[in-house]
Each structure stands twice: as C-alpha cells, then as structure tokens.
C-alpha cells in the first residue's frame, strides 16, 4: 500500500500570521479557511498547522493548558471542524502539531500536581528534592536559558522544565500519562485529522538526576545527553504510533528530532519498528563558524552556510535515509530565519536566490515542508527592539553582547538576521495596510513591500509563486518522488544531482554563487528537455550552459 505522505508536499501555516479574520491582530481559523484556494492553486497536498489549542502563549501555543479545546484566539471547536471539512473538500490533508514532552503550567493536570505529594496526578511531572548542600537537584541549563529545574510556588520540591519554567515536563514513564496522551492523538484523529506532527519527542526520557555535568560549582549547561535521543525514547514512540496507527492506519506521523543524527533519525523512521514516518532533523545546515565570536552564543550570530559541509551532510541524508524511506525536505520553519534572508540573496538576487534554493531541495527525495510565505519571497520581518528584546533567549543575548562592546544597532542587526521572530512575520497577502493580514497592527508585526506579496506574485506569471508552482507539478512526477537519487559533482560553484528510474532521468543543477558560470553538461542540450529554468537561458544546442547568478536549469534526459 503506498502511503499517501509519500507524494505530498506540506505547507506549514504559522496560524497566529496566516490571515486574521475578525480584526483583532491575530490570525486564526477562518482566517485560513479564506485563504485555502491560494494554498491550494500553489499545489500542494497538506498543510500542518502549529498549535491551536488553548495556551497562555508563554511559547506561541507549544504551552498547552487543555488539549482538547480550541484557543480562543484561533476560534472555536466549530471552526476546527469547519477547516479540516473545506480542507478535505479541496483534497487538502491536515496535520495538526501535538506537544507531548510538556504542558502549560497552567493544564488542570500540572495544577492538580501543585497541590502536593499525594495528589493523584502529581507523579504525571517530574519532581526533585534539591540536592545536598546545593540548591539545584542537577547543573542541568533548560533550552529557554537557566536552569531546568523550578521550585514549586508553594512548597519545597523543584519540577523539571526542558523549556520555559511555564512549560514543565510531563513524566513519561507513569504509563497514566501515556494513556492520558494517546487519547488525545484520538481525540483529533477522531474528529479527522490526518496527521500529528510530534513536537519535542526526542526529550520524552530523562536520564535519572543524580547525574551532574562537569561544571564549576554553580554553573549549569545544557545537558543533551541526560535528556535528549535517550533509548526509552524509541519503546514510547513504539506504543504511541503502532497503537495510533492500529486505530488510524492513513496517519502520518512526522517528528520533530531537532538533534537527531543521521543514525538515530535511522532508528526513529525504521519501517520495521513504528516510531515516525519521518523526522525534521535540525542537522542540515552547516554554517561557518570562523567568524563567530566565541564569546556569544553562536545561533545568533549570523553566518554563511558552509556549502562543502552541507553537500556532504545531504548526500548522506538521501542516501542512507532516502533509500527506503522519506526523509524531510525544508529550508525554514518557525524556529529559524527565513530561507531567501539566510541562505539566498536578499538584496540583489531574491527571486532567483529562492527559486534556486526552492529546487535544489524540493527536487531531491523525500517530502518538501513548505513555511508559508516562501513562495511569494517573503524574507525575514525587520524587528524593531522591543519585539527582539521581548523573548527571553534573544534578550539575553542583546545584553551579552552590548556588555562585550556591540553597538545596539550591530546587535539588533545580528538578531534580525538570525532570530526565529523573523520568520513569524504575518503573510504578506497585498500591498495594503498590514499587507492584507489584518486590518489591525498585527501581533508580530508585518513587512508591506510592493513584488513580494500573494496578490502581486498571482498576477505575474514570471513570479515565485508561479516558478513554486511548476516546481511542485514537477515534485509531483514519480521520477522525483521515487527515483534514485545520485550527486553530481560540478565543482564548488554548483549543487547538482541526477533523479533516475527505469523510464528516465533528469539532471537538476543549481548555480550557488552570485556569479555565472558555465557548465558541460556531457550532451546537447535543447529547449525540449529543459524542464524548469529559473530564468532566461541562452540554449545552444550545445553541451554547455552558461548559468547566471543563482541559476538552475533541470534538463530531462534519456534512458
Ligand atoms: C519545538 C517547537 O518547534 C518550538 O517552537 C518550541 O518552542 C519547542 N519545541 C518547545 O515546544
């Protein structure tokens, strides 16, 4: 049986930015149910909605106080309902996004825990006595910054927090917990939707706390290997998903393993042993380090990709985990920078820069995630200091720096370059006031820029939207979902790779640099087997091609 998420192309819609449709600055359901036609003229199969249910949004919705009920902010039960029927209608799937390694301290079930030792649900988190003659059970650092560990407000016991102290840990082992989850995933499997996208699950285990980092006494760090990809991990995932997919066998399952490796992202999508279908794996972007400050933390500080390092890192990702599997396919999401402001050229070469980018990766084997917005070039949202300073690890970070001699424009720079805000900016839908999204300021504030925005990008044939488009009718031809994948080395200035089954081949090559260059390709090329060029190209006939600044050309070969 082939699997329907074996073909799809994902759009990921950030709910809180895609389209506000009663006024209040905040996108929401409706707001998408306006906005499905575009999405699906853009050709796309699924869309995967960051969370919507109830939350005090500490951390943008990843802080869930009731799993079962809409946020208001988002709509109601009703409108829940209402999208995933004019979604289906329009053959469009829906993954809905599940925070399982934690809640909001705010859920029933941390509230009850609260009440002390012998409440019932008190062993459904994490709990620790402090240690001997410290005051923190381990030197552990959560990834929001400070310790993992927060004292409870009324009594003397600290509970575990991998993220925000708003966020504590659920305990995974207490198998009530497990239920308590796996109704949920039902929940709204129930009510239709037609996949999970698992949040966080790589931290469900937790190495027991006795365990201390080698720190000078006081000191914390982040402490992966007690908490992150620890074997547990594998036999929770097992029960979830072979029982979820028991009930609700077209599930599609995609984890979020920020760390994971090649060989534990193996191990999380073995066919053999239910986990995941597949995982977004952090791993794919190597940068170059050597200009980075070591007294700041590097991940914001902004940085070229290291080209060399990242055709190595994808050759083994497509063929070790493209063989019999699927692995992801993104360059952005919520949690980082946007992909023409980060890995293209947004200043002189942004069109041609992201529709390269877009084909490089989307072309090869495994399913495109989509961050809305990037087919129409939408780049990173300008943050003015208030927004940048507001979340708590890039304040740190903003203070760190002006204390090691940045100006407050270099730091704000860096952090507009690099922080996960600028990819939350609202949808750029017109040239209008707050770009369509709203007619109120929106929440995350909003670029209004003339080119790059839906309405203009429809209207132009040549546009990225309409370049998307074919890309993604292409994506849908079975020579670029399931033949093989093979690099082809043209030297630093190109990123190319041949796609061949038993009825063809195809030759994908994309020009990285901001220069052209020219190309033997090894047979004549014609206008007839060009299948997608990003720009107007000067065929020959001949065996060579000259490819301009950020160039790509996918030529159709035979046999
Ligand atoms: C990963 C999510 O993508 C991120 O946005 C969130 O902050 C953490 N998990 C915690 O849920």
């Known amino acids: 049986m082939r699997n329907w998420w074996e073909n799809a192309v994902v759009y990921q819609i950030y709910p809180k930015s895609f389209q506000d449709s009663n006024e209040d600055g905040i996108g929401d359901l409706q707001g998408i149910i306006q906005r499905l036609d575009y999405v699906k003229k853009l050709g796309i199969d699924a869309i995967w909605l960051n969370p919507i249910f109830i939350s005090p949004q500490i951390d943008d919705g990843y802080d869930v106080a009731n799993y079962d009920q809409i946020d208001p902010i988002f709509g109601t039960e009703a409108d829940a309902e209402a999208l995933l029927v004019e979604a289906h209608k329009r053959g469009i799937k829906v993954i809905f996004d599940f925070v399982m390694n934690h809640t909001s301290d705010q859920h029933p079930w941390f509230q009850e825990a609260l009440k002390g030792p012998d409440n ?121 998903s072979q029982k979820l997919k028991a009930k609700y066998p077209e599930i599609f399952i995609v984890g979020e393993a920020a760390s994971a490796d090649l060989s534990l992202a193996q191990g999380y999508t073995d066919p053999a042993h239910v986990e995941c279908d597949t995982v977004i794996t952090f791993r794919y972007f190597p940068e170059t380090t050597s200009q980075k400050d070591p007294r700041l933390p590097a991940n914001f500080q902004p940085a070229p990709l290291d080209w060399t390092a990242f055709k190595e890192e994808m050759q083994q990702w497509q063929t070790k985990l493209g063989h019999e599997r699927y692995p992801t396919l993104y360059w952005n999401n919520h949690d980082m920078a946007r992909m023409v402001s980060r890995f293209g050229d947004e200043e002189h070469h942004r069109a041609a820069s992201q529709k390269m980018l877009a084909t490089l990766m989307y072309l090869q084997k495994g399913i495109p995630f989509l961050l809305f917005g990037e087919e129409i070039g939408m780049k990173n949202l300008l943050l003015d200091e208030q927004k940048l300073v507001y979340d708590s690890q890039e304040g740190a970070f903003y203070q760190n720096a002006l204390m090691d001699g940045y100006s407050k424009e270099a730091t704000l720079k860096m952090l507009n370059q690099t922080s996960k805000l600028a990819s939350r900016g609202a949808m750029q839908w017109n040239e209008q006031a707050y770009s369509g999204f709203s007619t109120v300021q929106p929440w995350s504030g909003v670029n209004v820029e003339p080119i790059y925005n839906a309405a203009a990008q429809v209207a132009d044939r040549e546009s990225i939207f309409h370049y998307y488009k074919k890309l993604l009718a292409l994506k849908h031809q079975r020579l670029f979902q399931k033949g093989k994948w093979t690099y082809v080395d043209f030297g630093k200035s190109f990123y190319s790779y041949r796609r061949s089954d038993s009825e063809g081949q195809a030759l994908v090559i994309c020009n990285i640099t901001n220069s052209s260059h020219t190309i033997e390709v090894g047979f004549a090329i014609t206008q007839k087997n060009v299948l997608l060029a990003n720009e107007e190209l000067n065929i020959k006939n001949a065996k060579t091609i000259e490819l301009p600044a950020y160039g790509v050309i996918v030529l159709k070969q035979r046999g």
């Not at 016991?157 to 796996?182: G, S």
């Open 120 to 240: 019932p649900y008190r062993d459904y988190y994490l709990w620790q006595k402090a240690a001997d003659k410290q005051e923190l059970p381990t030197n552990w650092a959560s990834f929001f910054g400070g310790s993992v560990w927060e004292k409870e407000p009324n009594g003397s016991d600290y509970y575990f927090h991998l993220f925000a102290k708003e966020m504590p840990d659920l305990n995974w082992e207490n198998p009530e917990v497990r239920q308590a989850i796996f109704a949920v995933a039902c929940y709204w499997a129930e009510k239709g939707i037609d996949g999970w996208r698992l949040d966080a699950f790589i931290h469900l285990e937790k190495a027991d706390f006795q365990q201390q980092l080698d720190l000078e006494p006081g000191k914390i760090g982040l402490a992966e290997e007690y908490y992150a990809n620890l074997p547990k991990v594998h036999e929770y995932m097992h029960e979830f």
